[in-house]
């Protein structure tokens, strides 16, 4: 009777801090907060292994809280237990008195969580609903492959669980045998405008899991002993690959404690003044009804973590391409002058691989034409490969997790299908993942396969992260657009240097080489591949091609072009501004996406330096259709090398 009167002692405390650090912040979710309590107080205080000195020691026990506006009780209970908070050489015990700051704009306490702000105790930045389940299955997974024992434990709401993303984490945890992730339900039967659905109540979501290959266990998530005992099963089967992944359904009350705020309307809504004062006075009531057998000897013991292994220094260098392919027995491939930038890819992560042990590669069920199969077949590094199936929102949230857990992944897809991840993608940049994205078969040189698979406008996208800095003052995200396989492969080493997100779009057709195993590829550069004094063409990718032959057509007209391969979003401005000085301050960009990509990059350049620069823009103007070939399609959407010399031609004011 002591461990459930000690409990229920301290899940009410972290509710009365839940309600006073909410209304001290004028903002938050104290209900939500209030309905896990007991769970956070049993996680937090019992059943994890981990050091709140050491709140991110990489052997410890993982707490995702996928629903993240219930932040204030894991707050709660870190000022309780003095975690360890801060950046760099700031970092010192949260106290009860740190709660007031909630949500201020200095305070380490954000309105969810979010460990780049000084919140080491959280893996992954979480609040928008339904990804905190796939964040911890890469944590999970991530211990697999390290061997650790760690344990990861997610609570979802109830009304999260509609959220498509939560069933494709269940899938992966199933495929993966995913033992040691103890998914916990939180269902509290509320949503934010209302009740949630029938389709997530208990019952049903008993079933689900149980058609998915769960073995459910049902408890009142305000009984303490029911709390313990499931979590302890989970404890018992978490090393046993061969048992089923436990799901906890836990019934519970939002606002659990003050009768006052329970039921609809107080989503998002901290009690003030009497309303306030009235729920305290639930709350110490309750406490006097549930406490009564506390003993002043009662206390809460942590396990440690078990001691991290050390790993081994690592210097090793990516060789050259045509070095790796010779180990592969490809050495000839590249002697017919053509090769494609997703197949070196493919090389470049079998290298990777093999002199990097925290490289882990992820893919959506289309290894074997983005190429990352090329890890996959390499025996010594198969563990490392994962499979995430038709799934790509799970696949970059799961990558984040894996970042978390200190590995660097590479997750590949079509480039169409990495649209469907933005907001993982935007997750995973806030939540400093150090992960690297790869969109194959970009651009409309697809051709016959048509525009639903054509990513058209993730330039323009992911260019917006360009335009702002991390946590760490870099780019928020590097766009790399490599021409040829050379390029592909050195950006590939160079992205694996880099310690924030990049986005790389690679290339189906084999494409001409232009460049060898002497050239070095830097994030933020360009290269010069045609010295002209009359106009600039600044060209990506697959445009770089076409913009070499109309270089050629321009040189028979009596135009000298210069020809910038624009390989890297944002690049170096001021070098930039140079060479279109010296070409009379004209300039064109080729792109084979929609606007908003490197044209727009380019013109923000040249409108902040001032100076007295005309540029046109050459990008996809309309919804493409399918066309039999590559040059087909650049016709039909204005953007071959001849389209390019009559743009050239009209700029200059010279008769075609």
Not at 21 to 26: K, L, V
Not at 224 to 236: G, H, W
Request: negative net charge; aromatic residues 8%; contains cysteine.
């Amino acid at each position: 009777m002591s461990y459930e009167a000690a409990v229920h002692a301290q899940a009410l405390e972290l509710d009365r801090l839940s309600l006073e650090m909410t209304a001290a912040a004028g903002t938050g979710h104290p209900t939500s907060a209030m309905s896990v309590g007991h769970l956070v107080t049993t996680l937090m205080f019992t059943s994890m292994r981990w050091s709140p000195d050491y709140p991110n020691y990489p052997t410890s026990d993982r707490l995702v809280l996928s629903e993240g506006h219930a932040v204030p009780a894991v707050y709660a209970a870190m000022a309780s237990l003095g975690v360890v908070v801060g950046k760099g050489d700031d970092k010192r015990k949260l106290t009860v008195d740190d709660l007031s700051t909630l949500r201020d704009w200095h305070s380490v306490l954000d309105g969810h969580p979010n460990p780049m702000e000084g919140v080491d105790f959280f893996d992954a930045a979480t609040g928008s609903l339904g990804q905190g389940l796939s964040v911890a299955a890469g944590v999970a997974k991530a211990a697999r492959i390290d061997r650790l024992d760690r344990r990861v434990y997610c609570i979802i709401g109830d009304g999260e669980a509609r959220e498509g993303q939560v069933g494709e984490a269940l899938d992966f945890i199933v495929d993966h045998q995913l033992t040691n992730v103890c998914t916990i339900f939180n269902s509290n039967e509320f949503g934010q405008a209302d009740r949630v659905s029938g389709q997530q109540s208990p019952e049903v979501l008993t079933h689900k899991l149980q058609a998915f290959g769960f073995e459910v266990i049902e408890i009142d998530g305000h009984a303490p002993t029911e709390i313990k005992d499931a979590f302890d099963k989970f404890i018992s089967i978490s090393a046993d690959e061969n048992a089923k992944p436990i799901a906890i359904i836990a019934k519970t009350i939002k606002g659990w404690g003050a009768p006052s705020m329970q039921g609809g309307g107080w989503h998002g809504k901290p009690a003030t003044g009497e309303a306030l004062q009235k729920a305290l006075a639930e709350l110490a009531e309750r406490r006097i009804e549930l406490t009564s057998a506390l003993s002043g000897t009662d206390e809460f013991t942590i396990e440690p973590p078990t001691e991290a292994p050390v790993k081994p220094e690592n210097d090793a260098e990516l060789p050259p391409l045509s070095a790796a392919m010779e180990s592969m027995d490809m050495g000839h491939v590249l002697q017919s002058g053509r090769f494609a930038t997703r197949k070196a890819y493919g090389v470049a992560l079998r290298a990777l691989g093999s002199i990097n042990p925290d490289v882990v590669v992820l893919d959506a069920d289309v290894s074997n034409s983005t190429f990352a199969e090329t890890f996959k077949k390499d025996a010594s590094l198969e563990s490392r490969f994962v499979e995430c199936k038709i799934a790509e929102q799970n696949m970059v949230s799961v990558g984040a997790g894996m970042s978390a857990a200190g590995k660097m992944p590479f997750c590949s897809t079509f480039a169409k299908f990495m649209n469907r991840a933005y907001d993982q993608i935007e997750m995973a940049i806030n939540s400093g993942a150090n992960i690297k994205l790869i969109g194959s078969h970009a651009g409309i040189t697809l051709a016959a396969d048509g525009p639903s698979q054509m990513s058209l406008p993730d330039v323009a996208w992911f260019r917006s992260f360009s335009t702002m800095t991390d946590h760490h003052g870099n780019p928020g995200c590097y766009i790399l657009q490599p021409a040829d396989a050379y390029a592909a492969y050195a950006l590939t080493g160079v992205m694996a240097e880099y310690e924030s997100m990049c986005y790389m779009r690679t290339i189906r057709a084999d494409t001409e080489l232009l460049y060898s195993d002497d050239h070095v590829f830097n994030l933020g550069g360009f290269e010069t591949l045609a010295q002209g004094r009359d106009i600039v063409l600044a060209a990506s990718g697959i445009m770089v091609h076409e913009g070499n032959k109309a270089v050629e057509i321009l040189d028979k007209a009596g135009v000298s072009a210069t020809l910038l391969d624009m390989y890297s979003i944002p690049f170096d401005t001021d070098k930039l501004l140079d060479i279109v000085g010296e070409n009379g301050g004209f300039i064109i960009s080729l792109e084979d996406n929609y606007g908003g990509g490197l044209g727009s990059a380019i013109a923000d350049a040249l409108m902040e330096s001032g100076d007295g620069f005309e540029l046109a823009q050459m990008f996809v103007k309309r919804i493409p259709k399918s066309a039999r070939t590559a040059d087909e399609m650049l016709e039909m959407c204005g953007l071959t090398a001849q389209d390019i010399a009559n743009k050239v031609m009209e700029l200059l004011g010279v008769a075609v």
